[in-house]
């Protein structure tokens, strides 16, 4: 025993303590990397998949594509690095907010192609029955988005999935054909009318980044229209500076899911598009999210003027969803012709 020391921490009882605090500072600091580098890896946008079309070698029947890609993207929800991050109330979940805005996006389109799934594609007329999988599923993909406990939001969403899982065994199952999928071309223009304001809504929100001066078209084209709440000619918008970046990570994720969905709608409806002439406008939207999902080269969402010399990511991505929008104008309009 060392009297020597022993007598010496005694006379000197701060010694200790220094000693403690710097364990403390170091296991402090490696938590804090751990942490800044679990967020990192938790933040990365989930890769593109190509969507199955074949069923066991062979081309599947009508509804497939489009059924399996959404449960695949609501599956990728879920499942991604860091699981479902947007109802997430402890460290390091609780201090990101890309990805759940990502998710948000992913998310709003689930909830589309879900309601058209249950009202339009699943059902041959306004009278006929709705399919009782999907009919459970829908709601359950609208619960809460942030609920953490009691219940949780990936609980909901996973008996979603199971509904779903449900409604495409029985499109599979030729024995017993009581689940269909009508590729018409009115079902497909009733999912794509909304698809065409989700971006027009984004494009708007995404343009006001630099903040401008609009001129009021909310009654435009209709001498006979009136307004709740009529505002002036001259409007002014501009995204909150904290939002901007929540914004542009929402339409990342809208577009995300919206290229896999057109993908797979490309298969289910071959041919009403073919007959309709309407491929090549179908594979324009497709080409513009493509390009509008390029991976980012910066740390942060640039927020540069216009012509100015920082890049701006948010009117990048508006251009990009905007073109996609007319694309989808004018597809509907093909969809619409004898």
């Not at 399919?131 to 008996?159: G, V």
């Not at 018409?184 to 630099?210: F, H, I, M, Y």
């Not at 896999?260 to 007959?275: I, K």
Request: glycine letters at 6%.
């Amino acid at each position: 025993m060392n009297i020597k020391g022993w007598w010496s921490s005694l006379r000197n009882p701060a010694t200790p303590r220094r000693g403690l605090g710097r364990v403390i500072g170091v296991a402090a600091a490696v938590l804090l990397v751990f942490l800044l580098v679990l967020s990192w890896y938790w933040s990365r946008e989930p890769d593109i998949f190509w969507v199955d079309w074949e069923k066991d070698g062979r081309p599947a029947i009508t509804g497939y594509a489009t059924t399996e890609t959404l449960l695949r993207v609501s599956r990728t929800l879920l499942d991604k690095p860091g699981g479902y991050l947007s109802n997430d109330v402890t460290l390091p979940g609780l201090w990101l907010d890309n990805i759940p805005n990502w998710e948000f996006g992913v998310l709003v389109q689930v909830r589309d192609l879900s309601r058209v799934m249950r009202n339009d594609f699943s059902r041959s007329q306004t009278q006929s029955v709705e399919d009782p999988a999907l009919a459970e599923m829908e709601p359950n993909f609208n619960f809460d988005s942030d609920s953490w406990i009691l219940p949780s939001s990936e609980s909901r969403y996973r008996e979603a999935i199971e509904y779903l899982e449900d409604y495409q065994a029985r499109l599979l199952d030729t024995s017993q054909p009581d689940a269909n999928f009508y590729a018409r071309a009115d079902n497909l223009r009733e999912w794509l009318a909304v698809v065409e304001k989700r971006l027009g809504n984004l494009s708007q929100r995404l343009s006001a980044s630099v903040g401008q001066m609009r001129v009021n078209t909310d009654l435009a084209l209709d001498p006979s229209a009136a307004a709740g709440q009529p505002r002036g000619d001259n409007i002014a918008v501009k995204t909150p500076w904290l939002e901007i970046d929540d914004v542009f990570f929402e339409a990342r994720g809208t577009a995300w899911a919206l290229l896999h969905f057109l993908r797979a709608v490309e298969y289910d409806f071959q041919h009403v598009l073919e007959d309709k002439n309407a491929t090549v406008s179908l594979r324009q939207v497709i080409r513009e999210l493509e390009a509008s999902l390029a991976p980012m080269r910066s740390p942060v969402v640039l927020n540069g003027g216009g012509f100015g010399m920082f890049a701006n990511h948010s009117l990048v991505m508006a251009s990009y969803l905007s073109r996609a929008t007319q694309a989808i104008t004018n597809l509907r309009e093909l969809l619409a012709g004898g």
